[in-house]
């Protein structure tokens, strides 16, 4: 199994040097990060010229790569060329937006994956019965609409909430942003607080997915159930419970896993849409701000964060496969 990891760490990391010369070149031909600059009052083409060499502009785009590259492996990830932005930090930026995000994500993601698994099954053991019926409508309603139109629905109806509270001389519960004081008070109280920031862009993230999870673990459960070594299974006279969690469950998970991996870039993109409707500032709105001021340092630090986790994903993906399957990592 150890050999089994190892050969996919070696395989990932080629993965990430392609991907990242490839960004590098997308993001240098996306525009002109001193287009702003040339255009302000007062400013010479001579000061122009000084710019462009104090940021690299003049030297060729594969030293400006290696440059980068460089920097980035020992965590020097330039500064932000936004105006205004005082030269701040990419690092720093990129890793605050960054724990802001994974919060949203990691706790949508678990919740999508436990309540999917747990309903996919369900719905394919018990098939054409109402339980089965019922879920299906609701993973094909809330697959079917915009994560946008989630979120603003879920943030309606906790102002709702709130002024329900209000009216019966409570406070308000349900937050889009932390406190700026911080979570305060006993235990009990700071995770309600936490509850109540977290709980709409959490759902409004888990929801989508929850969908997706939920019908291909039951296509993958029933097309389990019917093969031979089940039937053979069940007609050795093992018990149900045994059947569907020692012989079906495990197998049917692979395919699933795959699908969780790929899906991991979709709910990247979902948060950048949930984080403007509830207005956070996450990595959503980092790359928004990127991509609208030109930042090109900005985008790569977001890029590359966002290329490493995929490839995590997917890394932990292979691993599981191991586990669940030994003939992968036999293969």
């Known amino acids: 199994m150890l ?17 990242s010369f490839l960004a590098y070149l997308l993001v240098s031909a996306a525009g002109n990060p001193i287009g702003e600059y040339r255009a302000t009052p007062g400013v010479t083409e001579e000061d122009v010229q000084n710019l462009m060499i104090e940021l690299g502009l003049d030297r060729p785009i594969w030293a400006r790569y290696w440059d980068w590259l460089t920097g980035f492996l020992t965590g020097d990830w330039g ?23 994974f919060r ?5 993601e678990i919740l999508a994956i436990v309540l999917g698994v747990a ?16 879920a299906t409508t609701a993973a094909f309603v809330m697959f079917s609409m915009p994560l946008f139109c989630v979120a603003i629905v879920l943030k309606m109806y906790g102002i709702r909430f709130n002024d329900l509270l ?35 862009p959490t759902l409004s993230l888990m929801l989508i997915s929850f969908a997706a999870y939920s019908r291909f673990q039951r296509a993958s459960m029933l097309e389990t159930l019917g093969s031979d070594y089940v039937r053979t299974a069940r007609a050795k006279g093992l018990r149900p419970s045994r059947v ?34 509830f207005g956070w500032r996450g990595m959503g709105s980092l ?27 997917n890394l932990v993906a292979d691993i599981v496969y191991g586990f669940l399957d030994p003939r992968i990592r036999l293969g």
């Open 119 to 134: 309903i996919g099954v369900l719905a394919a053991v018990r098939q054409y019965t109402i339980f089965d019926y019922v």
């Open 104 to 108: 949203l994500v990691i706790g949508a």
């Open 166 to 200: 209000v009216s019966m001389g409570g406070e308000r519960w349900i937050r889009t942003i932390p406190p700026a004081q911080g979570f305060q008070g006993s235990f009990f109280e700071q995770v309600s607080q936490y509850v109540g920031v977290y709980l709409l």
């Open 244 to 277: 569907i969690f020692r012989h079906a469950f495990r197998n049917a998970l692979i395919p699933v896993t795959t699908m969780v991996s790929l899906n991991f870039s979709a709910v990247l993109g979902g948060a950048i849409m949930t984080e403007m409707v």
């Open 287 to 313: 790359l928004v701000d990127a991509v609208g001021q030109k930042d090109p340092p900005m985008l790569m630090g977001w890029l590359m964060v966002t290329a490493v986790l995929t490839v995590a994903f």
């Open 79 to 101: 500064e932000s060329l936004a105006l205004g932005s005082a030269k701040a930090d990419v690092y720093e930026e990129v890793m605050r937006a960054f724990s802001v995000t």
């Open 3 to 19: 050999r089994y990891i190892i050969r996919r760490i070696l395989i990932s990391i080629p993965i990430l040097g392609i991907g």
